[in-house]
């Protein structure tokens, strides 16, 4: 028997089946945007109906790492940048499996920027969370890379001289098929954006603003948000990749000024995933790698047979 | 000269097609019924440097590089030119014919194309040849191979020359070439072939008295190194999932199953570094594929972090270590045995891994089985460390080894069915990484299974996987995690040694190494032994966990040990007494880290002048440490 087969009981799914029963109030700060991106990651995957024990749920270092400790699925609190790579590997062997990474600003755009980059690039199917707080939390308070230009910090004490990084900007040139920005303090929002991104086929990167209220008193999250599909200010094609270029530009330098503005910015649906590229070029197989472990009826090769070559 | 063994060097540029000529060449020599062995060096350069690779070929198993070469197949210049811009690439002066006489063994051969070098190129040729008692054969290679051909096909000419003056029949040779190419460009070379085997027959009353001689192998053989070891037996134990990021000379066993997991419905993938390479082939064991990663010395400081959280996390992991010189980038493309002591402590913490250091071809296969059965059944890293010169290490084996049963099992997973009645928090989560079981080992469940869902986390964590920093759950996480290793050795030593032991047991001399250099010293223990010495060798393969009790069985009694490797510090030997306490009286060091693996004389001049009983040091280009003589 297969045993994956159990996966997609068919059983109603709620945010409770997400909730631990041990340790299920986190210990983020009081006012911490994670809250937020916690539950709306249980509203999204109770909306979607999917099992915790189909989801696996990978998380770097950091206050957001600590998200596998109060979402009740298979977790994987990985190390410092490095949830990207693993989740896409587990993803390649088992595609049933539904991959959700996520980590914070200097995990995800700072040490782990080239395994953005290339996860990006791949078009994996899966879903990447960023909690952008602009700042390093569990750490106390450094700058991060998205910090703003002239943010001090304990380690930035003149300022930080650097620009910050633009981080849908950097996901949409280096290939990602679905970009959305939303933040911690539009709840309704987030489960729906989180909801898209995770039904989207292919790599769906969701930059989430969470205001940190022990290090970033003075971050712009906390300023009422404005959704550019909601408002009759912005009209943009999210299919379009230039259109798209130009609202994120907006949207990314409009954050730094105090006006927060979320929503989707680039959807591409046609897009092969790297799963389809690859099986298109008979480098993947159909069904899952780790299926063929548990098939009775499976053949395995011997090398005894594949010597030819070298006699 | 031995009438009985052939050591044929074919140098070169790189980019004149040194590689595939002596593949073909040695293949052809196997197919003829001898034993063969390869032995590689080339430049860290695309195009131009001197290149070489030696095949030694016998009637007898051989084991290594043997001493110095008898034939010498000189190819044109060790620099390229781009005819059609004029470029040179490389050092003129450099001629592979002049590069190489150093090491040419008196009374051997040497083939060299007139085309390519001119009479004032080969200046005292002639002198040095009398002197040395060398028989010259100059040929015009080039004009063969323009005749029928393309300049570049002076490497054929030169093998059909070689052919002649050896007595081989061609037809092994045209056989591997028909089953290698098609077309006009297999005429050509036939051509070139023939032509060339003709006329040195026609121009030249060979005076040598080098014969290949003739023998027959029992059954069918194949030509393999220890990449292809390795791969194959990856590919047995069901491995399906490779990643990597090219380096040498790890990119040797990436390329090879690159080439056959696809076809057998596993992914092989090449990744943006060696971080997410290590952190793929760990996304992927932890979702239930056999998975593996690999790279040499500086890819592999890179994957440091991963192989600590493996060992927190309890996800198998096999990877393999490819050694080259270092440290740092080091030479590249030259082998060195210096990265021991950090692949066995790679990553901070205390460390729970296996680590293999195979000798040769056959024990790359097993222990590379052997590392995947364990990290699977162990929830740990394993290792396979080895090094350039195996990569470049072609040897005929018997067909028939191979055909083993594949083994695709996970090791300890429990079924959905298993799991409902396994322990479980007040919250149903598994706990893994329970504590009060039976064994230290506890099955791992799947994410997609029933029942199975935990928490894997680099942090301490408490049996489900959730993060704590308990004190006693700590050092009951960690006692469970470390007596791993102990359960890992107890379960080795139910197996069969893969540690041998050659020459006289009661030898109160001894020498002692590891990993590649197995071969070499057991050729030389052998010659040793011939010429009257009494003395043992232990090469050993098991790094981690170490076979301990055997190596001290091994050393009981013995007055002087020589531990022969391939690095600068002694590293082995600092190993062996970190171990066993001092040994400061017993153990001195043989070492040699030019980037050129040993050669058997080297070993047995060691040996004499150690056994003299007199001070002195090593004549070659190896370093005794301390130096014979100083017992300080």
């Known amino acids: 028997m297969n045993q994956f087969d159990a996966i997609d009981s068919g059983e109603e799914v709620t945010s409770d089946d997400y909730t631990p029963e041990i340790e299920p109030q986190p210990t983020w700060c009081p006012g911490c945007g994670d809250y937020s991106v916690l539950k709306a990651l249980k509203g999204a995957m109770s909306d979607l109906g999917r099992d915790p024990e189909e989801v696996l749920l990978v998380t770097g270092i950091g206050c957001s790492g600590k998200l596998n400790s109060y979402f009740d699925s298979y977790g994987f609190h990985a190390i410092h940048g490095r949830t990207l790579p693993l989740g896409r590997a587990a993803k390649m062997v088992n595609e049933d ?34 909690f952008n707080n602009e700042v390093f939390g569990l750490t106390k308070g450094q700058s991060s890379p998205t910090s703003p230009k002239g943010h001090t910090s304990k380690t930035q004490l003149k300022g930080v001289a650097k620009d910050p990084v633009r981080p849908m900007s950097l996901a949409l040139s280096a290939g990602a098929s679905f970009i959305a920005r939303t933040a911690a303090t539009n ?107 548990f098939d009775d009826e499976k053949e395995w090769e011997r090398s005894y047979e594949r010597l030819d070559r070298h006699t | 000269m031995t009438q009985d063994e052939l050591i044929w060097r074919i140098a070169g540029g790189s980019g004149d097609g040194i590689d595939s000529t002596s593949q073909n060449f040695t293949k052809a020599l196997m197919r003829y019924g001898l034993h063969v062995y390869t032995h590689r060096h080339y430049p860290s350069r695309i195009r131009g440097g001197h290149t070489y690779v030696e095949v030694r070929a016998s009637e007898e198993p051989v084991t290594s590089r043997g001493d110095g070469f008898n034939v010498l197949l000189a190819l044109g210049d060790s620099f390229a030119r781009n005819p059609s811009a004029g470029a040179v690439y490389g050092d003129e002066k450099t001629k592979p014919l002049f590069e190489n006489l150093d090491e040419l063994n008196e009374g051997g051969l040497i083939i060299y194309d007139t085309g390519v070098l001119e009479d004032e190129d080969v200046g005292d040729l002639e002198t040095q040849a009398t002197e040395n008692d060398w028989h010259l054969y100059p040929i015009d290679l080039r004009a063969i191979a323009r005749e029928h051909g393309r300049d570049v096909m002076r490497n054929t000419a030169g093998v059909g020359a070689t052919a002649a003056l050896l007595d081989m029949p061609l037809d092994p040779i045209q056989e591997l070439m028909s089953e290698a190419m098609g077309g006009d460009i297999l005429d050509a070379n036939l051509a070139v072939l023939s032509d060339a085997y003709e006329h040195t027959n026609a121009e030249f009353e060979a005076t040598h008295d080098l014969r290949i001689p003739k023998h027959d192998h029992d059954e069918e053989q194949v030509l393999l190194s220890a990449s292809h070891g390795i791969s194959y037996g990856a590919i047995d134990e069901g491995c399906r999932f490779v990643s990597g990021y090219p380096m040498t000379p790890w990119t040797d066993v990436f390329t090879i199953l690159k080439r056959e997991i696809e076809d057998l419905g596993g992914v092989a993938e090449q990744v943006e570094d060696e971080i997410a390479a290590s952190m793929m082939a760990i996304g992927a064991s932890h979702a239930g594929a056999k998975a593996l990663t690999g790279s040499s010395g500086g890819g592999f400081s890179l994957m440091s972090e991963s192989i600590g959280l493996a060992e927190m996390t309890e996800t198998p992991l096999v990877m393999v270590e490819a050694q080259r010189a270092g440290p740092s980038t080091g030479m590249p493309t030259k082998t060195e045995q210096s990265d021991l002591e950090f692949v066995l402590s790679t990553s901070q913490g205390d460390s729970s891994r296996v680590v293999f250091a195979p000798g040769n071809v056959k024990e790359s296969y097993e222990q590379t089985r052997l590392a995947f059965e364990l990290a699977y059944e162990y929830q740990l890293p394993a290792i396979v460390l080895y090094d350039d010169m195996l990569t470049g290490e072609f040897r005929n084996l018997p067909r028939s080894f191979f055909d083993r049963e594949p083994n695709p099992d996970l090791g300890s997973i429990a079924t959905e069915a298993e799991l409902a009645d396994l322990p479980h928090d007040v919250g149903g989560r598994y706990e893994r990484f329970r504590t009060d079981g039976d064994t230290d080992v506890n099955p791992r469940s799947l994410p997609g299974m029933r029942n199975g869902r935990f928490l894997a986390t680099g942090n301490e964590h408490w049996p489900d996987g959730q993060i704590a920093e308990d004190t006693a759950n700590r050092i009951k996480q960690m006692n469970r995690r470390v007596s791993k290793v102990e359960v890992v050795r107890d379960a080795l030593a139910e197996q069969a040694s893969p540690d041998t032991v050659v020459g006289d047991e009661d030898a109160d001399f001894a020498l002692l190494t590891w990993g590649s250099q197995k071969g070499v010293v057991e050729e030389a223990v052998r010659r040793l032994t011939e010429a009257g010495h009494s003395i043992k060798a232990l090469s050993v393969s098991q790094m981690a966990p170490l076979r301990t009790e055997e190596i001290a069985d091994f050393l009981a009694g013995v007055e002087e040990a020589l531990v022969v490797e391939m690095n600068a510090t002694g590293q082995f030997k600092g190993l062996l007494q970190k171990e066993f306490g001092d040994y400061g009286d017993v153990l001195s060091s043989l070492l040699k880290y030019n980037g050129d693996p040993f050669e058997p004389a080297e070993i047995i001049e060691a040996v004499e002048i150690k056994q003299s009983g007199e001070g002195g040091d090593t004549s070659s280009e190896t370093t005794l440490y301390p130096p014979a003589g100083d017992r300080s």
């Open chain 1, 97 to 130: 499996l539904e991959v959700v990474a996520a980590g914070g600003d200097g995990d995800g755009y700072g040490i782990g920027g080239n395994h953005f980059t290339h996860t990006a690039r791949e078009n994996h199917d899966m879903t990447y969370i960023v």
């Open chain 1, 187 to 293: 709840p309704k929002q987030a489960q729906e954006i989180l909801v898209e991104a995770i039904e989207h086929d292919g790599f769906a990167h969701v930059d989430f603003l969470t205001q940190c209220p022990t290090w970033n008193k003075d971050g712009a999250q906390y300023v009422p948000y404005i959704d550019v599909q909601e408002s009759d200010e912005y009209d943009f094609d999210v299919t379009d990749r230039r259109e798209a270029a130009e609202m994120m530009h907006e949207t990314e330098q409009a954050l730094y000024d105090g006006k927060v503005l979320t929503g989707r910015y680039y959807v591409e649906e046609d897009r092969r995933t790297y799963q389809e590229e690859k099986q298109a070029r008979d480098e993947m197989p159909e069904s899952p790698v780790v299926g063929q472990y």
